[in-house]
């Protein structure tokens, strides 16, 4: 079965520090895709950053990095000089083919000034 | 290139009463997702559309639940009788079906309260 497990409900952080949102996942298949997602107080989801499981190197999106561990099965963003707009709702999720996203329960980051 | 939108934004009802959500994908999108977050909990799939068709829908989670997305373009999802229980966040997403990352774009989410 596919599964996303967050396991850090609540992460702080002060600006311009670096922050590691954990996530780790469990699936058979070889072919899979990860996601981040990040959900602000307004509500949207928006998308940051996608690895696939057959990409050799880590993905990297401006300030954030995806440090990509496929045989401990991890997929943990990594958020460089944290902003205070990065204070959000954030959403691991992996999707097999066209098919679903299956997403972790979250983690909610605050940065402090 | 307007991104996939969500009517209502809020909706608040009476257990027992109905409520459509509509959701209006990328235009060319015919992956077309609803998913669910309730409060505190995971988002979690609903059912997965390609063009007009039902492609998944494992993630319904009962007969009170109806989707329909008749053309291939917009999507409603009516629920009817409403209970407490479906009260949260009713997520649309679109993608394109060709290209590797596929990505889901999110619509900005209608939120419900069943009172």
């Known amino acids: 079965a596919q599964k996303i497990t967050q396991t850090q409900p609540g992460m702080f952080v002060q600006e311009k520090e670096a922050v590691t949102l954990d996530c780790t996942y469990d699936?058979?298949?070889?072919?899979?895709?990860l996601f981040w997602y990040k959900q602000p107080s307004s509500g949207e989801m928006i998308f940051l950053i996608y690895?696939?499981?057959?990409?050799?190197q880590n993905a990297t999106e401006g300030r954030y990095s995806l440090n990509f561990q496929k045989a401990r099965k991890s997929a943990n963003l990594v958020i460089s000089a944290s902003q205070l707009g990065d204070s959000a709702m954030y959403f691991c999720?992996?999707?097999?083919?066209?098919?679903?996203?299956?997403f972790g329960t979250g983690t909610r980051l605050l940065v402090s000034p | 290139e307007a991104g996939v939108t969500q009517f209502p934004s809020h909706s608040v009802i009476e257990k027992g009463q109905t409520v459509t959500l509509r959701c209006d994908p990328i235009?060319?999108?015919?992956?077309l997702y609803w998913y669910r977050r309730v409060m505190g909990k995971e988002i979690k799939f609903l059912l997965h559309?390609?063009?007009?068709?039902?492609?998944?829908e494992s993630g319904m989670p009962n007969n009170r639940f109806l989707a329909e997305r008749t053309g291939g373009t917009y999507s409603t999802l009516k629920v009817q009788p409403a209970e407490l229980e479906d009260s949260g966040v009713y997520f649309c997403?679109?993608?394109?079906?060709?290209?590797?990352?596929?990505?889901?774009?999110f619509g900005p989410g209608t939120r419900l309260t069943v009172t």
């Open positions: 997403a679109s993608s394109q079906v060709k290209g590797r990352l596929s990505e889901q774009y």
């Open positions: 699936t058979s298949d070889p072919s899979y895709g």
């Open positions: 690895q696939g499981s057959y990409d050799q």
């Open positions: 999720a992996m999707r097999h083919g066209f098919q679903k996203l299956v």
């Open positions: 235009s060319g999108h015919d992956n």
């Open positions: 559309f390609v063009k007009e068709s039902k492609q998944d």
